[in-house]
């Protein structure tokens, strides 16, 4: 199944607009997956929050098992996770071949 995928690197009240986005967009498109990647790995924690705090299930990238020759893992069907956090280095610049859209955070709130 070809899936819309946003992908985005934000914080803070740039991280909720862009969660508030994305769960308008899934209630209407209930196959849309969002692939999260904070700027720095070790601010994964507050995503998580985030997401927890809206109800999107997600899965972290570290929590994973890695497939064989380096595979990049996708955020499952409508039975797989919203949301595919990336907590590791790296992963990034693999994801974007994945993604109809991108946002790259920085844009549309203070720093």
Known sequence: MNVDVPLTAGKGP?????LDAFQALRARTPDLRLILAP???????E????????GIAYARLSG???????EVPRPGGTDGPACLLLDKLGWLRRMLHLCRAAFVGGTIAPV
Not at 14 to 18: F, K
Not at 39 to 45: D, F, N, Q, V, W
Not at 64 to 70: M, W
């Open 47 to 54: 995503a998580a929050r985030a997401l927890e705090e809206r």
């Open 39 to 45: 700027r720095h790995p070790e601010r994964a924690g």
């Open 14 to 18: 740039e991280l909720d607009a862009v």
């Open 64 to 70: 994973l098992a890695s497939a064989p020759g380096g």
